[in-house]
């Protein structure tokens, strides 16, 4: 007698690509994100997994790493800012779009290269602003580079960096880590420390298109903001008492963050479902 074989419900895989702050903090932009999808015929909710991720593109956090920036440069400096980020979001996207094409240098020649090159003339524009007013800030080209994290689990923050554990790095990571899939973090090297935060672009669902430009606009915030406060912390060494930092800096960071992320929250909600538990990401560390 022959027997019916068991019915196994099938996993749906999707890979959402990148998003993306802004940069901006740093930065970053946009990334890309596995987001669980309830299974209809279970009704269970089942993790949506990536069979063959193209990986997504880290890249190091420009905010963090600025100098004070002038009032007359302010607006100058965010508009680059910004486009870093959407020049992560950009490659991200055409790494998913192009996958299985050229050969074993293709992401490099067709992708990474360009990426770098419209970031050497993006960062240099900021340098430029900055310098017109106070002291142009030098060494930003190195930032420029930008790396493949073949695991798919880098996050791009904003003008972020993604870090192995950090990535996109843009938040968290060398990051804002930058990018450690689901953590960034904005860091710039001083003896104050910096402040990480985790990346809110990896953790987003698919982003509706008509959602885009605010949730990108957000995500720019957000690394900005970062950007802000890192430079806050360096200007700050040595005032106020052991909870300054805390108190003057991490608490008022992490409420201008949950504003931006409600902001980023209810943006999808208005065409698709809304994300929850988003204000978790909102609050921030100090790294020494």
Do not use: H, W
């Not at 004070?68 to 302010?74: L, V």
């Not at 790396?147 to 990535?167: F, H, I, K």
């Not at 982003?207 to 200007?235: F, H, K, M, W, Y």
């Amino acid at each position: 007698m022959s027997r019916a074989l068991p019915k196994y419900n099938k996993r749906r895989v999707v890979l959402i690509g990148g998003a993306a702050a802004v940069a901006l903090s740093g930065a970053v932009i946009a990334g890309s994100a596995l987001a669980g999808t309830p299974d209809k015929s279970s009704g269970t909710s089942n993790a949506r997994t990536l069979a063959a991720s193209p990986g997504t593109i880290t890249c190091p956090d420009v905010a963090s790493q600025l100098p004070a920036i002038p009032a007359s440069a302010q607006a100058e400096v965010e508009r680059n800012l910004t486009l870093l980020q959407t020049q992560i979001q950009e490659a991200n996207k055409r790494l998913v779009d192009t996958v299985g094409q050229g050969g074993p240098n293709f992401v490099n020649n067709a992708i990474l290269g360009p990426l770098k090159d419209k970031r050497v003339a993006t960062v240099n524009r900021i340098a430029t602003a900055i310098g017109r007013t106070a002291a142009k800030p030098t060494g930003l080209d190195a930032l420029a580079p930008c790396t493949l994290n073949a695991s798919g689990t880098g996050t791009n923050t904003g003008s972020g960096t993604a870090t192995g554990a950090a990535s996109a790095t843009p938040s968290t990571a060398a990051t804002q880590q930058q990018s450690t899939g689901s953590t960034g973090t904005s860091t710039g090297s001083s003896a104050a420390g910096t402040i990480t935060c985790p990346d809110v672009a990896s953790q987003l669902p698919a982003i509706p298109a008509s959602a885009q430009a605010e949730v990108d606009r957000n995500l720019a915030l957000l690394q900005t903001q970062i950007g802000e406060a890192n430079n806050r912390l360096q200007t700050t060494v040595g005032q106020g008492g052991p909870n300054f930092v805390n108190n003057a800096i991490l608490g008022p960071l992490a409420d201008k963050r949950k504003s931006t992320i409600d902001r980023i929250a209810i943006a999808i909600g208005r065409t698709s479902a809304k994300p929850t538990g988003l204000d978790s990401l909102a609050a921030c560390t100090l790294t020494k």
